[in-house]
């Protein structure tokens, strides 16, 4: 049976390939459809088993329409690894969270410590599993984003 996976992505950093990670993600899951998103039009695109649409993160409308257009209510993953704030992560998991499918897996990324707690504790009502992926040094600078709040649709 082939899966559905959605991946909210920004699909290009300051750095790097438009795409390069929903390519991954496609690599990986050979029999999966993916889906990326990012609120920058110019970088959209669709190819063998992607799709990517226009959305902005903070707008409950934008992301509504965007569900609208995919049509599909029963995903397996959705990786958040857009604007990074709370109120972000916040909208776009009460606009989304009912896409995935029963079992299926909701994954916020790169959430800094400033708001770690506040974010967990937002969703408490949907059984957060915080992890902490790196505490480092970078150039002399401390990496404090690199923190994950995985949630289960039960």
């Known amino acids: 049976a082939g899966k559905i996976s959605f991946s909210f992505f920004p699909i ?11 390519r991954v993600w496609r690599d990986y899951f050979s029999k999966a459809n993916i889906f990326g998103a990012d609120i920058d039009s110019r970088i959209l ?4 088993r992607i799709k990517t649409f226009q959305v902005d993160q ?8 965007m569900w609208s257009e995919i049509n599909i209510n029963n995903f397996d993953i959705i990786v958040d690894d857009g604007l990074h704030t709370h109120d972000a992560a916040i909208t776009f998991f009460l606009n989304s969270f009912n896409k995935l499918r029963k079992n299926g897996i909701y994954i916020i990324e790169d959430v800094h410590f400033i708001y770690l707690n506040e974010l967990k504790n ?3 009502n949907y059984n957060p599993e915080v992890v902490i992926l790196k505490n480092d040094y970078v150039n ?3 990496v404090n ?3 994950l709040i995985i949630i289960r649709k039960t």
């Open 58 to 65: 903070t707008n409950i409308s934008s992301i509504k329409n």
């Open 145 to 147: 984003d690199n923190n």
């Open 122 to 124: 937002s969703l408490i």
């Open 140 to 142: 002399n600078h401390p």
């Open 12 to 22: 290009m950093s300051s750095t790097g390939k438009p795409g390069a990670s929903l």
């Open 45 to 48: 695109f669709e190819e063998d």
